[in-house]
């Protein structure tokens, strides 16, 4: 008779980063795998599929480009920058993905809506919150939001079209304004994005 061997403790695994798929434009993905299962085979030469140790793990959130094009402003990692349409210094507390008016804006993750919101300065923002506590910001879109607080969306659903709304960056060219915070603080969205 085969021993089974013990399946190690999840603490003792170690999971390896998957990498960026530019055909997909997907980032940090692992909703898109599903669990493997081992295979034994017992004394009478029957099969018996038990779970695999990966699939004890839970799954995280796959964070996905909100649209295409290219990043034409980096987040400032804490650094004030010059802000020329309001002639002031502040931190650049996201990325700046460059798109035209109209295009339109997908949801980086599956979560909930938990503020669709006029900002003074920022436009139409719309804020999703995810799993592991991460909530992204999606700033400038146009006043049309298909979506109200509380409403669940989908990874890869449209939430809107990029506007003219955000005051805070008009002098530049279009662009969504995309932020993204872990614990309530501000982060470098490309941290999760790659």
Same mark, same amino acid.
């Given at each position: 008779v085969n021993e089974a061997k013990d399946v190690p403790k999840p603490e003792n695994r170690v999971i390896a980063d998957e990498k960026y798929d530019p055909d997909e434009s997907l980032f940090a993905a692992e909703d898109a795998a599903t669990p493997k299962e081992d295979v034994k085979v017992e004394d009478s030469g029957t099969e018996k599929k038990e779970e695999s140790a990966f699939s004890i793990f839970k799954k995280k959130t796959a964070i996905r480009m909100p649209v295409k094009g290219e990043i034409c402003g980096k987040h400032s #990692? &804490? #650094?004030?920058?010059?802000? =020329?349409a309001l002639n002031e210094w502040r931190t650049h507390d996201g990325i700046d993905i460059s798109c035209p008016v109209g295009t339109e804006i997908k949801a980086a993750a599956d979560g909930k809506i938990t503020a669709v919101s006029n900002d003074p300065l920022w436009g139409t923002t719309v804020e999703i919150t995810h799993k592991g506590n991460i909530i992204t910001v999606y700033c400038g879109l146009s006043a049309e939001i298909?979506?109200? /607080? &509380?409403? =669940? $969306?989908?990874? &890869? =659903?449209? $939430?809107? %079209?990029?506007? #003219? %709304? /955000?005051?805070? =960056?008009i002098d530049k060219d279009s662009h969504l304004h995309f932020a993204m915070k872990e614990d309530g603080k501000f982060i470098d969205p490309m941290t999760k994005l790659k």
């Open positions: #990692e &804490g #650094e004030l920058v010059k802000y =020329e298909g979506f109200k /607080n &509380g409403d =669940e $969306i989908k990874s &890869g =659903e449209v $939430i809107g %079209t990029l506007g #003219e %709304t /955000n005051l805070a =960056e």
